[in-house]
């Protein structure tokens, strides 16, 4: 089973430019709550280093790219997001980090939930304990 799961957003556009449009359970597969964005990263900077136990997220590069190392406990997997009409899907209890962030690199995120500090699995250990007990379907 991939832990990779790409969505193509659909571009509608002419000779003007592109535009992507992002709707809750269209293109986007859950109600939207929350949004941020990560900038101005340096390139030998790594990102992420946790997982989260309910919230589900939709990555997107907007401008540049950056690679992001996808772990579910068992198998990890890598893909570079380079693309703004293609977002990444990370879903609950995946592992994820993010690196080779590009100069120009902006990472938008879309978030099924608030922030909640209680969501959070911080400590790489931890994840992979409770990734024993949690069926990915």
């Not at 990779?4 to 000779?15: K, S, Y």
């Not at 449009?21 to 390139?43: M, N, S, W």
Request: hydrophobic residues 40%; proline residues 2%; charged residues 25%.
């Amino acid at each position: 089973m991939s832990l990779i799961t790409i969505i193509d957003f659909p571009v509608l556009g002419d000779g003007r430019g592109a535009l992507v449009a992002l709707e809750a359970h269209c293109q986007i597969p859950f109600d939207i709550k929350r949004v941020y964005y990560i900038y101005g990263t340096a390139q030998d900077v790594a990102r992420g280093f946790h997982a989260h136990k309910a919230l589900k997220q939709i990555a997107i590069c907007l401008k540049g790219s950056c690679r992001f190392v996808m772990d579910d406990g068992k198998d990890k997997q890598e893909v570079i997001l380079s693309t703004p009409d293609k977002g990444l899907l990370i879903d609950a209890m995946q592992w994820h980090e993010m690196y080779d962030f590009s100069e120009d690199c902006v990472l938008m995120v879309l978030a099924d939930d608030y922030y909640n500090e209680n969501d959070y699995i911080r400590d790489y250990n931890i994840f992979i304990e409770l990734s024993k007990t949690h069926e990915r379907f």
